[in-house]
């Protein structure tokens, strides 16, 4: 989602509508964009840089956004597909050069013709639910990022916040970046949507459920059903070499 002004609520019956404001949305594109290398781990290597991006969605991009100058091999959308009617999908010059695109499109029921109706849940779990209610879409992601030749990889929602804030909190960790540190990714969105910011409390819940499996290797077995296998590739491709 992106700030509070893209949403107008309409009471209908009992029941708040939240209708998405697709025009002012649609100038959020390639907004939100950065590089996730270049963190610490806890082995003391770094994440690669040039080799996995986050960013609002590309259906329109300023002529001077960096996003430009990327050379991508993969690009990977986790929009509705609602969204992605009304927004567009990535603009051409990011699919001609032979890119390969994928569509997860994670929040597939919440996103309606007659506005957006996410499941209820409690107070500060928002950004949990994203991650419970759609599991297989996030199993698909995370085979996607094991798969071998596919970076430099961009992934994106609409706004580049919430699903893809979700998506970068459980990569970073499950690359051993530390916690306080993938919070601060997290709250960097809030630099461009100022009027809703985000608040480091939201990822508790998901760390939570992470702990509660042991750690993210129990997590990402037993929740996401990933094979060790799967993990090591993307260790090896996203890690620098201890070597190095």
Request: charged share 30%; aromatic share 8%; net charge negative.
């Amino acid at each position: 989602m992106s700030s509070e002004k893209d949403f107008k609520i309409r009471v209908i019956g009992e029941a708040p509508r939240v209708v998405v404001d697709f025009d002012l949305l649609r100038r959020m594109g390639g907004r939100n964009f950065r590089d996730l290398g270049g963190h610490p781990t806890a082995d003391g290597r770094r994440v690669r840089s040039n080799k996995i991006f986050r960013s609002a969605h590309l259906a329109q991009v300023p002529d001077e956004s960096p996003l430009r100058e990327l050379k991508l091999r993969t690009l990977v959308t986790l929009q509705s597909r609602l969204e992605v009617r009304r927004l567009g999908p990535p603009h051409a010059e990011f699919l001609d050069s032979g890119v390969r695109w994928e569509h997860i499109p994670i929040g597939d029921p919440w996103f309606r013709e007659d506005g957006f109706h996410k499941i209820e849940t409690q107070p500060g779990h928002e950004h949990l639910v994203i991650l419970t209610e759609f599991l297989e879409d996030w199993q698909s992601f995370f085979k996607l990022l094991a798969e071998r030749e596919v970076y430099p990889m961009l992934f994106h929602c609409s706004a580049g916040r919430d699903r893809t804030g979700v998506g970068a909190a459980m990569l970073l960790e499950m690359l051993g970046v530390d916690r306080e540190l993938i919070v601060a990714d997290f709250l960097v969105s809030n630099t461009t949507f100022p009027q809703m910011p985000l608040k480091r409390t939201q990822l508790e819940p998901i760390f939570s459920l992470i702990d509660e499996h042991g750690d993210i290797e129990g997590f990402m077995h037993d929740v996401l059903m990933l094979d060790q296998s799967d993990l090591d590739a993307i260790r090896t491709d996203l890690l620098e070499d201890p070597h190095d």
